[in-house]
T-cell receptor, first 110, second 114 residues
């Protein structure tokens, strides 16, 4: 699995967009980019995933650069309940493992 | 409701005792995983299984054992050989062989060894 690099922490004002970056410069062509989040003392929750194109769902948008070496998760209108650790993962086609890094602690401030 | 259930939520054991954590899923997923999480850290893979009666070691398998006798169940035993067993344990499941589907996680078991 390709490794990912994320900033350890970020703050965001409530109601503003939260933009969480992830670097995955060694990603291969058949690896998907996944985002999960973990609210304190709970199991991780799936947010979104993508291969090449930008993706959007009811929770967030995922922007993947053309060279696929980095991506950004966008929470368009952050709320206090979005405070969590956000994990960026690249996942092999075989999907044998899910490898988590340290993630980004996002704190949404009132 | 389809989902993945871990029990119990909190577990206390004396040092030197083996303890088994339960994980059950009704999502019809072939793959199941166990992770360990220490305070302020990310998830580390202990064991995973892609099919009944087969499982593979993850990054930190020493001191742990698993079984996969049924598709729905993947119990984890923390043995007395695990040097520092106090941690938050998470179980997950997913479809095998498809990189474009998400994994589902249980709510975790917090094990404290005293």
């Amino acid at each position: 699995d390709a490794k990912t690099t994320q900033p350890p922490s970020m703050d965001c004002a409530e109601g503003r967009a939260a933009n969480l970056p992830c670097n995955h410069s060694t990603i291969s062509g058949n690896e998907y980019v996944y985002w999960y989040r973990q609210i304190h003392s709970q199991g991780p929750q799936y947010i979104i995933h993508g291969l090449k194109n930008n993706e959007t769902n009811e929770m967030a948008s995922l922007i993947i650069t053309e060279d696929r070496k980095s991506s950004t998760l966008i929470l368009p209108h952050a709320t206090l309940r979005d405070t969590a650790v956000y994990y960026c993962i690249v996942r092999l086609r075989s999907a044998r493992q899910l490898t988590f890094g340290s993630g980004t602690q996002l704190t949404v401030l009132p | 409701d389809g989902g993945i259930t871990q029990s119990p939520k909190y577990l206390f054991r004396k040092e030197g005792q083996n303890v088994t954590l339960s994980c059950e899923q009704n999502l019809n997923h072939d793959a199941m995983y166990w992770y360990r999480q220490d305070p302020g850290q990310g998830l580390r893979l202990i064991y995973y299984s892609q099919i009944v009666n087969d499982f593979q070691k993850g990054d930190i398998a020493e001191g742990y054992s698993v079984s996969r006798e049924k598709k729905e169940s993947f119990p984890l035993t923390v043995t007395s050989a695990q040097k520092n067993p106090t941690a938050f344990y998470l179980c997950a499941s997913s479809i095998v062989g498809a990189a474009n589907t998400e994994a589902f996680f249980g709510q975790g078991t917090r094990l404290t060894v005293v």
